[in-house]
């Protein structure tokens, strides 16, 4: 069985994600974002979702372990809202706040056709928000994924290892295809 | 995928290892206490006391029908009315997040007193996850505190016992149907009742008057889906806002209350649309509400807010 745990930041949906993973057979568990990477390597993770976090903590900060998760988990890595938020900040991208907020149904727009981790996801889908930063500025070794009318960067990859942001929120049941966007990471995790 | 039968097997052999002599089980009668008190009944019996408060901020004749569903449900019961008691508390009260705590604060201290009176260590809760997510704590922001987890006061001696914890609604309609209880589908009514659906004081004039309001939505929505004409909303009231417009009655100047329409869809209760409430029957409500609640309510208003960026109750 594929172990994925949910690292906490703190956000109102990380009980979503964990229960998402669960719906989908995976091993999952809810970690404080504090936990040592050492203690999650003992579980055998295949993957880890870094949740959504309390207001503003995308802006600045160290988000508990966060970034020695990304630096040397080896593992792909989900980063949601805030913990996208600070994937792109980790890598030299930039976050501020956002000049129009986004709340509730917004049109998704890929900008990709082929990336395995949208795969079966329509060019456009209606995706759910919650949101009053964002990713202004793509880190170097990133691509953009998607994007909405008012946020630029509503999803992002690293080009050369699985690590993968999304702005939006696909735990949440009216992100129409939240569920598939899981099981593709899933998939990215099972390799 | 969640599985409600294996739920209830592990659920009720963890109940009968924690919970070692009697126990109280807060009731209201909404789906989450109400298969609560059926697994914790099957755990450990006549050990189980459900105990039902009415606030004097539940809706119309509800106590009446939850006392009757204790009865149904052959539960060890007490009927405890303190109305008096919380609109007292409730006096000159606006803040939405004071109003929650004091109303979780006297439920507690109710609990306590039956608690000393028969002997009972453990406390049963139907929390559930929004419950506990919502109410906040160390990393995460509180939306707002619900009254049974950030309203619990902190000199609280009862052991807390919340076999629901993390589940949602829907998860808990399973256990329901797989349980058999008649409330399965019932909408969800949060614990500090109608006192959180009046902006500002709870007083019992304004409680009569969204008490009114609330009946009429439920009625009228609840026929309209009935005849086919909209699906039945996850969850369906009024809430009274205090805000004076003017009207005229009768070729009268009239300056009363406003009420607004709130139903929402969701699943989970996390994330929630407006629903599409069909003109015929927003037309109908409005004229029930406005002719019932006369010189005090002249002006009805549609609320089409989703969640985010709203919650499903305005408190």
């Avoid at chain 1, 372990?65 to 890598?91: S, T, W």
């Avoid at chain 2, 002599?21 to 059926?38: E, Y």
């Avoid at chain 2, 589940?167 to 797989?178: N, Q």
Wanted: aromatic content about 8%; overall charge neutral; charged content about 25%.
């Amino acid at each position: 069985m594929v172990h994925i745990y949910v690292i906490d930041n703190g956000g109102q949906w990380t009980h979503r994600e964990w229960r998402t993973l669960r719906d989908l057979e995976v091993e999952t568990r809810i970690v404080p974002n504090t936990t040592p990477l050492k203690e999650l390597q003992k579980e055998n993770i295949h993957g880890l979702v870094l949740s959504g976090g309390a207001p503003r903590i995308g802006l600045d900060g160290t988000l508990g372990n966060c970034a020695e998760y990304l630096d040397k988990a080896e593992v792909p890595i989900l980063g949601i809202c805030a913990g996208h938020q600070f994937m792109a900040r980790h890598f030299g991208g930039k976050v501020q706040p956002s000049e129009l907020p986004e709340f509730g149904q917004v049109e998704l727009t890929l900008c990709v056709d082929n990336d395995p981790f949208f795969a079966k996801v329509p060019k456009k889908s209606i995706v759910w928000e919650s949101h009053n930063d964002e990713v202004t500025t793509l880190p170097k070794d990133f691509t953009k994924l998607g994007k909405s009318e008012n946020c630029k960067i509503q999803a992002m990859r690293h080009k050369k290892k699985q690590l993968y942001g999304l702005q939006f929120h696909p735990e949440v049941e009216h992100t129409q295809f939240g569920e598939q966007i899981f099981k593709n990471f899933i998939q990215l995790c099972e390799k | 995928m969640f599985d409600s039968e294996k739920f209830i097997e592990k659920t009720i052999s963890t109940l009968q290892k924690d919970i070692k002599g009697k126990a109280l089980i807060a009731f209201s009668g909404g789906v989450d206490s109400t298969v609560c008190a059926t697994l914790v009944n099957k755990a450990i019996g006549e050990q189980l006391i459900a105990v039902h408060v009415d606030t004097g901020y539940m809706r119309k004749n509800e106590s009446e029908q939850v006392k009757q569903m204790m009865e149904d449900l052959g539960l060890n019961y007490r009927y405890i009315t303190a109305s008096k008691e919380y609109y007292q508390a409730l006096k000159g009260v606006e803040d939405p997040e004071k109003k929650r705590k004091i109303i979780g604060e006297k439920f507690i201290r109710i609990f306590e007193e039956v608690a000393r009176k028969e002997n009972i260590d453990y406390l049963v809760q139907g929390t559930i996850a929004p419950d506990w997510i919502e109410s906040g704590g160390d990393l995460r922001d509180t939306i707002k505190s619900h009254h049974n987890v950030g309203g619990l006061p902190k000199d609280m001696k009862l052991i807390l016992i919340e076999p629901l914890r993390d589940l949602y609604k829907d998860e808990v309609r399973k256990v329901a149907r797989a349980l058999q209880i008649p409330v399965s589908e019932r909408q969800p009514f949060p614990g500090p009742g109608l006192a959180i659906r009046i902006i500002g004081e709870a007083t019992p004039e304004r409680t009569r008057l969204v008490r009114e309001a609330c009946f009429i939505v439920e009625k009228e929505i609840e026929q309209a889906s009935k005849k086919g004409l909209m699906e039945l909303p996850w969850q369906y009231f009024a809430v009274l806002i205090p805000i004076k417009t003017v009207g005229v009655h009768g070729d009268k100047r009239a300056y009363g209350n406003t009420i607004a329409v709130r139903a929402v869809q969701s699943v989970d209760a996390m994330t929630c649309h407006y629903s599409t409430i069909p003109h015929e029957v927003l037309d109908a409500i409005s004229t029930k509400i406005t002719n019932t609640l006369g010189e005090n309510v002249n002006r009805i208003v549609y609320d089409i807010t989703n969640k985010p960026p709203g919650t499903v109750e305005w408190e």
